[in-house]
């Protein structure tokens, strides 16, 4: 199945908030463009960075980035909620850019994640070969400290072992059952720690989109909720670990000592 993607960067997704995060340095770049290197470093489509601020924008576009801008009040409004990813602003900058739907695969990286891997976008396409899958996520294991952090989704996979992962050794592709908080609610089998980067087929996306909410994703705050019970397929690859996400001051300089240390 060959898939043409188009990769989405919101920026701000706090929408209105000033933008401080996204500027600070990180060893000699802002965040935000440290996070876009780091997904061109995939190799994987074409990329859009989705900006509010125009000096977001701006430093996006000294460093070689596509920006499109977009107006938080402009955004449609199918239903009176808004998930936590976005999705309805994505939808919004993809409808935008590639009204022919040239695009049909669509994959949401957020902007605070400078230390991204760049093979787990890459292990997240070998999720979407199956015609039937509709959404992508990832998970990964999850530490014995997580299982009663309610900040932490957990999930329930089918793996499908005969399903290879050819750019990271470790990782599997399986077919989400469900996903919780509590681990009480789920089933009483192994599980993984959600990593909320999500990648679209493109009619899944409008789909999702313009379902309302459901009663237990509302309840458990879990927008992923939506798609099972729409009976949307998600499937996901497993990686390492979750992905480092910068949230204040102190996450900036552990991120900043990391990357020295990589060098």
């Not at 679209?200 to 458990?220: H, I, M, Q």
Request: with cysteine; proline share 5%; aromatic share 6%.
């Amino acid at each position: 199945m060959i898939l043409n993607p188009l990769i989405v960067i919101p920026s701000q997704l706090n929408e209105l908030g000033e933008p401080k995060k996204q500027l600070a340095d990180v060893n000699g770049q802002s965040m935000v463009v440290q996070s876009y290197r780091r997904v061109k470093e995939a190799g994987i489509g074409s990329i859009i960075v989705d900006c509010i601020d125009d000096d977001v924008a701006e430093a996006l576009g000294d460093a070689g980035a596509y920006t499109v801008k977009t107006n938080p009040e402009d955004l449609p409004k199918n239903h009176n909620y808004r998930t936590e990813s976005g999705a309805e602003r994505i939808q919004a900058t993809v409808n935008r850019f590639d009204r022919f739907y040239t695009h049909d695969l669509i994959i949401n990286i957020h902007e605070d994640m400078p230390t991204l891997e760049p093979k787990y976008i890459r292990a997240l396409m070998y999720a979407l070969v199956d015609r039937e899958v509709g959404m992508a996520t990832m998970v990964c294991p999850l530490e014995q400290d997580e299982l009663n952090d309610a900040n932490i989704v957990k999930t329930v996979v089918d793996w499908n072992e005969g399903r290879v992962v050819y750019v990271m050794k470790s990782s599997k592709v399986g077919t989400v059952v469900d996903f919780s908080r509590d681990p009480k609610l789920l089933a009483d089998r192994p599980l993984f720690r959600h990593v909320p980067i999500y990648a679209y087929k493109r009619g899944a996306l409008d789909r999702f989109v313009n379902s309302p909410p459901t009663d237990r994703e509302l309840d458990e705050n879990i927008e992923s909720l939506r798609v099972l019970e729409a009976g949307i397929r998600m499937d996901v690859c497993l990686v390492d670990s979750a992905p480092f996400k910068v949230k204040n001051g102190e996450d900036l300089e552990k991120i900043r000592v990391d990357l020295d240390l990589s060098l």
